[in-house]
């Protein structure tokens, strides 16, 4: 089976989108196309029907393919708990937390468990896509890398590199990462790929003329800078989201920025809404927001006491008094409740730290990790509802479920989620995505127009990355020389 593997001169060139639009140009042209990134640093998680956890990424490329993610397309998830420790996720599953210096020892013994990966891919499509880490001209890293050249070589696949124009210093970026590159790792780059391009490309053409006399590789192509194309982000909230005033005339959502917040794709959907702005908080701003979410977060403990610190309490305070919504996801739940506990120091230091007392939880940390695709429906209005459930956390309510789980893992089950209180206006789920389902989607914003006096809105259609996926690979393949690629990837240029 053919390979091709897009390598970037940084994080954030754009190695996840051409992934994805190479993935959707060759489903497209009829081929039976995968993704594959063997390790993935990200709190921003997709969990695949068995229960396995992959980089949402990875995900959304199994989306351009039209298949069903698994677990063999990102064997390996790092989710970061603190600057210097993350949880290691192999083939889907938790290992254990581990530091950077204790990761780059386990490393070797995940070579033969990235080869099987590879093997059981190759045996059910047709091509392969890879996608690379970071920088491959990470000099201290390379003895011990998987996820760049070891990769390649493993699928013995040819190398685009991608840089981005947008931030400058693309033609050092370029040439420079070339050069710190050894002998055979420069042969396996066949060619590059320039992201986020806006202007005249006739002033841009002696620079693609240089780099080609320079490095002796072709310029694919230059990608405009594709605005608004309002796919998931890989592993950060963009920072066009972050903060700034709020738009009038639309309904607010403010969203709590946690310095680990986890799947904050859970409102993409309802930022796509008519009327509707979602903005992301790092703290309390003193503007009125219609709803206040607490999102996910990879360390529930350490931000429920920054956002303490932050001021936090007394804006949702002030959000209820007035009759706004407050809404808890996951960690956020359970930082709603009365106490967060973890007697066996999972995911914390300490043994338990007080909640912020608005709903009757109380949350035990365990060892066991929940994982599972989940479908079921909203207790209220009978609106269906289907997502995904990561979490470490048991919680204990007093109050009626907010949710019933009729599904989980594919088996019919009838389990209770969530809580609420004030009268539907404070609720917590462990329900991540529950925002895509169209139907409770738009019961949850009717509800806001409603405190507002507005009209209800008709029942929304779904909120799917179908045409955005589409604009992407339309956009590439024009600006590409997919004949060349074709080549490149049948080792013929």
């Known amino acids: 089976m053919p390979a091709i593997m897009v390598q970037g001169t940084a994080s954030g060139v754009g190695k996840s989108t051409t992934v994805a639009a190479l993935c959707r140009i060759f489903a497209q042209d009829g081929r039976r196309v995968a993704p594959f ?8 998680a997709f969990v695949c029907r068995d229960g396995g956890e992959i980089g949402r990424s990875t995900a959304l490329q199994a989306q351009a393919c039209g298949i069903e993610p698994t677990v063999d397309m990102n064997p390996i998830l790092l989710k970061p708990s603190t600057d210097s420790a993350a949880q290691v996720i192999v083939l889907g599953r938790p290992v254990r937390a581990m530091t950077a210096l204790e990761y780059q020892a386990y490393k070797p013994q995940l070579l033969g ?6 093997e059981r891919l190759r045996a059910e499509y047709d091509i392969l896509v890879i996608e690379g880490a970071g920088s491959p001209a ?22 685009l590199l991608a840089a981005d124009i947008d931030r400058g210093g693309v033609f050092a970026h370029l040439v420079g990462t070339v050069q710190l590159l050894t002998e055979a790792e420069r042969a396996r780059v066949r060619g590059f790929i320039i992201n986020r391009f806006r202007g005249d490309l006739s002033i841009l053409k002696p620079g693609l003329d240089f780099l080609e006399r320079e490095t002796g590789r072709p310029v694919l192509g230059v990608v405009p800078h594709l605005r608004d194309l309002d796919l998931p982000e890989e592993d950060e909230v963009p920072a066009r989201k972050v903060g700034g005033p709020p738009q009038v005339g639309k309904i607010r959502i403010d969203v709590i920025l946690h310095p680990r917040m986890a799947n904050f794709t859970d409102f993409d959907a309802l930022g796509r809404e008519p009327d509707v702005a979602v903005r992301y908080l790092e703290r309390p701003d003193g503007d009125d927001a219609d709803a206040l979410v607490l999102p996910g977060t990879k360390s529930t403990v ?3 006491r920054r956002l303490k610190a932050a001021g936090f309490p007394h804006a949702i305070a002030r959000c209820l008094e007035r009759g ?14 009365e106490r967060v506990s973890d007697p066996d120091r ?19 940390f365990a060892g066991t990790k929940v994982t599972a695709q989940v479908r079921g429906v909203h207790v209220e209005s009978g609106a269906p509802i289907e997502g995904y459930e990561i979490h470490l956390g048991r919680t204990e309510s007093d109050s009626a479920p907010v949710f019933r789980i009729t599904e989980r893992r594919g088996e019919r089950v009838d389990d209770p989620d969530g809580a609420s209180a004030r009268d539907g206006r404070l609720w917590g789920t462990y329900v991540h995505g529950l925002f895509d389902a169209p139907a409770f989607r738009r019961t949850f914003v009717n ?5 507002r006096g507005w009209p209800a809105l008709e ?3 779904a909120a799917g990355d179908g045409p955005a996926l589409d604009r992407l690979a339309a956009a590439v393949r024009a600006s590409l020389d997919m004949d060349r690629v074709y080549r490149i990837l049948r080792k013929e240029a």
């Open 113 to 118: 468990m990235l080869r099987g990966c590879l």
């Open 459 to 461: 029942p929304a259609g």
């Open 447 to 451: 509800r806001l127009r409603a405190a």
């Open 302 to 304: 350490a931000d429920l």
């Open 324 to 337: 706004a919504t407050v809404v808890g996801i996951c960690g956020g739940f359970q930082m709603l409740g």
């Open 37 to 44: 990134k063997a390790q993935n640093m990200a709190n921003n």
């Open 346 to 364: 999972v995911e914390s230091r300490d043994e338990s730290e007080e909640g912020l007392g608005l709903l009757p939880v109380r949350t035990v």
């Open 138 to 159: 990470e000099v201290n890293l390379r003895d011990s890398d998987l996820v760049n050249m070891r990769t390649a070589e493993l699928a013995d696949a040819p190398v």
